[in-house]
């Protein structure tokens, strides 16, 4: 992986992390937080779409299929911050992610890494899973745990199918452009069957926050696809969840949050798999 791709990635990491914090702070309604950062992805994605070429038609089956576990995320993150800390869902489901992401393209597709690239996976894995370590003990924090599980299964599901439609497309940037359309289509239809008048008000006063946050999730997530057409997928996903190293620094440097020892070792653990994947 070149030092372009790895500082690609990292940057989506950080914008990554920024849209998700944007949902968490919206404690008076998350779902309606998540939906308008959908819609803004979406609207952003229909003015673009124009200007870029279109997927080749071998790409289409994956864009179809991503778009009902991507529609599932959205939904399962405003579900799971509702009762959780940031802090505790966010690494669990984004730490989880890697190895399910890993073992699916190893048993399905023979992409495997190298001993080099799995140990990178398992540090990062293990990094931000440490973040969380000090909110396990809560007696909340078996339900929120098992929820952030499956949603990393959710994640690893499309993450799998989008990096073999994205190698097929011939266009990352138009099968991106597509995928974040069909999603914020469906997840805003979905919501307007269910919670019209709500949906609307909440789409009104947070629509600057839906458009900046969807042109974070939009701009994060289309780095990860065209990094998945120069790297093995699973390298990626991995090295896309030091987002949870970013989250931390700015809790630490904005909200004056302490330095833990786990944030600590944490950040070491992150270092040590980007450099692996590096080298791998």
């Known amino acids: 992986m070149s030092n372009g791709v790895v500082a690609a990635i990292l940057f989506a990491a950080f914008l990554h992390a920024g849209w998700n914090a944007l949902i968490k702070r919206r404690d008076r309604d998350m779902l309606a937080a998540t939906i308008a950062i959908a819609a803004g992805a979406a609207l952003i994605s229909l003015c673009f779409l124009p200007f870029v070429p279109p997927p080749a038609p071998a790409s289409w089956p994956f864009l179809a299929a991503s778009s009902v576990p991507q529609i599932a995320?959205?939904?399962?993150?405003?579900?799971?911050?509702?009762?959780?800390?940031?802090?505790?869902?966010?690494?669990?489901?984004?730490?989880?992610?890697?190895?399910?992401?890993?073992a699916a393209n190893a048993i399905l597709f023979g992409e495997v890494l190298s001993w080099m690239g799995f140990l990178g996976v398992g540090c990062i894995c293990g990094g931000v899973l440490l973040i969380a370590s000090g909110r396990f003990r809560r007696p909340d924090a078996a339900r929120a745990v098992t929820t952030a599980i499956g949603i990393a299964l959710v994640i690893a599901s499309y993450t799998v199918l989008d990096g073999l439609g994205v190698r097929r497309s011939g266009s990352p940037a138009g099968y991106t452009l597509w995928v974040f359309l069909l999603t914020g289509l469906g997840l805003t239809g979905w919501t307007m069957i269910q919670r019209r008048t709500q949906m609307l008000q909440s789409l009104r006063a947070d629509f600057w926050t839906g458009l900046g946050g969807g042109g974070a999730s939009l701009l994060s997530y289309g780095i990860a696809l065209w990094a998945m057409t120069k790297a093995p997928v699973a390298a990626v996903a991995a090295l896309r969840e030091t987002s949870i190293l970013f989250a931390a620094l700015m809790s630490m440097i904005l909200l004056r949050e302490k330095a833990s020892w786990e944030r600590i070792a944490a950040a070491m653990l992150l270092t040590a798999g980007a450099v692996a994947i590096r080298l791998s």
């Open 73 to 102: 995320y959205y939904l399962l993150i405003a579900k799971v911050y509702r009762g959780s800390d940031l802090s505790l869902a966010y690494p669990v489901m984004r730490g989880t992610a890697p190895f399910f992401v890993a």
